[in-house]
T-cell receptor, first 111, second 119 residues
Framework: GENVEQHPSTLSVQEGDSAVIKCTYSDSASNYFPWYKQELGKGPQLIIDIRSNVGEKKDQRIAVTLNKTAKHFSLHITETQPEDSAVYFCALYNQGGKLIFGQGTELSVKP | GAVVSQHPSRVICKSGTSVKIECRSLDFQATTMFWYRQFPKQSLMLMATSNEGSKATYEQGVEKDKFLINHASLTLSTLTVTSAHPEDSSFYIC???????????????FGPGTRLTVL
């Protein structure tokens, strides 16, 4: 079935630096790619998503890029702040219509 | 908009008892709701998909008689863990999709989760 590989599993940055998380997938039919942020003890929160007809989407300090040819999409967080510390999950829908999650990236932003 | 609530947020029960978790879409109608399970430091694993007015579809390896799902209305789905055992202790999260026909139909909105501890 569809698989999503997410890297890195942990990421530590200094406040103000940028953070990049990358996900690769195998099914070229995938066309919707959301990113979720999960804080400790809480449910995932949709922070940004992109569809296959768009190469990049930005929302303030967060951006997502999609390379359909290479089958990867990335989350970019600029000017990181301590409150950005959380676990981030990429996801996509498989052909059965189920949301498949990456393994997660634990981001730590040090003040 | 697109808020999903869960109740309770945490529950502790004795082994052998049943626990019901509610998932509600507060400001939109959800024809489809999903139930996930998450163990510490792991990703979310889909347990079942429920559509309003019909039987839930369970993922391979998930016991339908143990995890009873009811989706009685467009805003409410319930998960009942029957005869709970310590190995059922986990973080249970629901999500909801906006009714088809809208441009946001692919988006899943997640609830805050329910921490179940079975003693």
């Amino acid at each position: 079935g569809e698989n999503v590989e997410q890297h890195p599993s942990t990421l530590s940055v200094q406040e103000g630096d940028s953070a990049v998380i990358k996900c690769t997938y195998s099914d070229s039919a995938s066309n919707y790619f959301p990113w979720y942020k999960q804080e400790l003890g809480k449910g995932p929160q949709l922070i940004i998503d992109i569809r296959s007809n768009v190469g990049e989407k930005k929302d303030q300090r967060i951006a997502v890029t999609l390379n359909k040819t290479a089958k990867h999409f990335s989350l970019h967080i600029t000017e990181t702040q301590p409150e950005d510390s959380a676990v981030y999950f990429c996801a996509l829908y498989n052909q059965g219509g189920k949301l498949i999650f990456g393994q997660g990236t634990e981001l730590s932003v040090k003040p | 908009g697109a808020v999903v609530s869960q109740h309770p947020s945490r529950v502790i029960c004795k082994s052998g008892t049943s626990v019901k978790i509610e998932c509600r879409s507060l400001d939109f109608q959800a024809t489809t709701m999903f139930w996930y399970r998450q163990f510490p430091k792991q990703s979310l694993m889909l347990m079942a998909t429920s559509n309003e007015g019909s039987k839930a579809t369970y993922e391979q390896g998930v016991e339908k008689d143990k995890f009873l799902i009811n989706h009685a209305s467009l805003t409410l789905s319930t998960l009942t863990v029957t005869s709970a055992h310590p190995e059922d202790s986990s973080f249970y999260i629901c999500s909801a999709s906006i009714a088809p026909g809208t441009s946001l139909r692919d988006t899943q909105y997640f609830g805050p989760g329910t921490r179940l501890t079975v003693l």
